[in-house]
């Protein structure tokens, strides 16, 4: 009996659970998906110009189904999720953070966070700011804060993250068509951290 | 020795895969559940199903799981369709072009097989068929889907919250029906 358990059925019990495990990073964003799925990056954002296009490959139809069903498609959208500031570490809670960077050219864009459950974050109202509602400096930039605190920052545009772990992601819609041949042109958002809050 | 490595191996690859495929299919059958539950009317949620199309309200979003990274700003409507009814004839009204709008239609599979912006439209009205009958001609524009089942969605961007209500009228003039 045990001779045939470990010949027969430990292999087949351990490779229904490999295939499981390895099926699970493709259900939500971390930087295994992020890294595994293949894609575009720019600094510590990632975008999948083939998203919700026929052709995609089936990790990438997966992921999408799982962190943002029935996503908009080329070349109405450009999708960029972020879960690192500048250092590279993970978009935290426990810490403020200036969003800044140079408005894409486009019909309409946004940033919006969202947890790692792929949730929103309530109240959802104070966890977007987009090109309608955002100022634009005298440099040509925007300057969002990052916070659980915006009383801190009395007349700043906020993303109010409620002290919850998070991942930003920046819609792009109606782009500048030449974004698609040059990623490089694409204009991405920088992601400083600014103080532990408290 | 070998024959254990290619039995955990292939059991892997073959768990892996089979989940891969299907993972679009489980996430559309939870959606279809959360469609089916939204049938009981909750109040703060407001006249979400009217003849077939079912309106989405921002502050009804965040319990739903099927609901993945929903973004504050829109408006969505969608359109579960079943072509075993017959053809699909949608008309909605369209917004100036200072407002993103579009139309997107996806297979079972998560796919879009069509899509259209506000900026491509001349009128305040979008009509158009969706069937999977590739030798269908028609004096409206046609979408071609290639399941018999499948969800059109609908994005429109609200400048403001404020705009909710206004913009909640003007979109439930959706009309749809089988053809």
């Given at each position: 009996?045990?001779?045939?358990?470990?010949?027969?059925?430990?292999?087949?019990?351990?490779?229904i659970l490999i295939g499981?495990?390895?099926?699970?990073?493709?259900?939500?964003?971390?930087?295994?998906?992020?890294?595994?799925?293949?894609?575009?990056?720019?600094?510590?954002?990632?975008?999948?110009?083939?998203?919700?296009?026929?052709?995609?490959?089936?990790?990438?139809?997966?992921?999408?189904?799982?962190?943002?069903?029935?996503?908009?498609?080329?070349?109405?959208?450009?999708?960029?999720?972020?879960?690192?500031?500048?250092?590279?570490?993970?978009?935290?809670?426990?810490?403020?953070?200036?969003?800044?960077?140079?408005?894409?050219?486009?019909?309409?864009?946004?940033?919006?966070?969202?947890?790692?459950?792929?949730?929103?974050?309530?109240?959802?109202?104070?966890?977007?700011?987009?090109?309608?509602?955002?100022?634009?400096?005298?440099?040509?930039?925007?300057?969002?804060?990052?916070?659980?605190?915006?009383?801190?920052?009395?007349?700043?545009?906020?993303?109010?993250?409620?002290?919850?772990?998070?991942?930003?992601i920046m819609r792009i819609?109606?782009?500048?068509?030449?974004?698609?041949?040059?990623?490089?042109?694409?204009?991405?958002?920088?992601?400083?951290?600014?103080?532990?809050?408290? | 020795?070998?024959?254990?490595?290619?039995?955990?191996?292939?059991?892997?690859?073959?768990?892996?895969?089979?989940?891969?495929?299907?993972g679009p299919e489980i996430?559309?059958?939870?959606?279809?559940?959360?469609?089916?539950?939204?049938?009981?009317?909750?109040?703060?949620?407001?006249?979400?199903?009217?003849?077939?199309?079912?309106?989405?309200?921002?502050?009804?979003?965040?319990?739903?799981?099927?609901?993945?990274?929903?973004?504050?700003?829109?408006?969505?409507?969608?359109?579960?369709?079943?072509?075993?009814?017959?053809?699909?004839?949608?008309?909605?009204?369209?917004?100036?072009?200072?407002?993103?709008?579009?139309?997107?239609?996806?297979?079972?599979?998560?796919?879009?097989?069509?899509?259209?912006?506000?900026?491509?439209?001349?009128?305040?009205?979008?009509?158009?068929?969706?069937?999977?009958?590739?030798?269908?001609?028609?004096?409206?524009?046609?979408?071609?889907?290639?399941?018999?089942?499948?969800?059109?969605?609908?994005?429109?961007?609200?400048?403001?919250?404020?705009?909710?209500?206004?913009?909640?009228?003007?979109?439930?003039?959706?009309?749809?029906?089988?053809?």
């Amino acid at each position: 009996m045990n001779k045939v358990f470990y010949r027969s059925l430990l292999p087949i019990l351990l490779g229904i659970l490999i295939g499981g495990a390895s099926f699970y990073p493709f259900t939500y964003t971390n930087p295994i998906s992020m890294s595994l799925i293949g894609g575009i990056k720019r600094n510590q954002w990632v975008t999948h110009f083939d998203l919700s296009m026929k052709d995609q490959n089936p990790w990438l139809r997966n992921y999408i189904a799982f962190i943002g069903l029935l996503g908009s498609i080329r070349p109405e959208v450009i999708y960029f999720e972020a879960m690192n500031d500048d250092d590279g570490k993970i978009l935290s809670g426990e810490n403020d953070y200036i969003l800044r960077g140079i408005p894409p050219k486009s019909r309409y864009w946004s940033f919006v966070i969202y947890d790692y459950e792929n949730s929103q974050i309530d109240p959802f109202e104070e966890t977007v700011a987009n090109s309608f509602r955002s100022t634009i400096k005298d440099n040509g930039e925007y300057e969002i804060i990052l916070t659980a605190n915006p009383e801190k920052y009395s007349g700043k545009q906020i993303i109010n993250h409620g002290s919850n772990n998070f991942t930003i992601i920046m819609r792009i819609y109606g782009p500048n068509l030449k974004y698609y041949e040059d990623k490089n042109s694409i204009p991405v958002g920088r992601i400083k951290k600014v103080s532990p809050h408290g | 020795m070998g024959n254990w490595i290619i039995k955990f191996l292939g059991t892997a690859i073959l768990i892996h895969g089979l989940l891969i495929w299907t993972g679009p299919e489980i996430v559309m059958r939870k959606l279809d559940r959360d469609l089916e539950a939204a049938k009981i009317f909750e109040s703060e949620c407001g006249e979400r199903w009217v003849d077939g199309i079912f309106y989405i309200n921002p502050s009804c979003l965040s319990n739903k799981q099927s609901a993945r990274k929903p973004n504050p700003d829109f408006l969505y409507f969608l359109i579960p369709y079943d072509l075993s009814n017959g053809d699909l004839f949608v008309s909605t009204p369209v917004p100036p072009n200072d407002r993103y709008w579009s139309i997107h239609a996806h297979n079972r599979n998560t796919d879009a097989f069509y899509r259209i912006t506000n900026t491509e439209i001349n009128g305040k009205r979008f009509e158009f068929l969706i069937t999977k009958n590739k030798n269908k001609t028609s004096n409206i524009p046609i979408a071609y889907a290639t399941s018999k089942k499948g969800v059109i969605l609908n994005r429109l961007v609200m400048k403001d919250f404020s705009e909710y209500e206004s913009l909640d009228i003007f979109r439930r003039s959706t009309f749809r029906e089988y053809r």
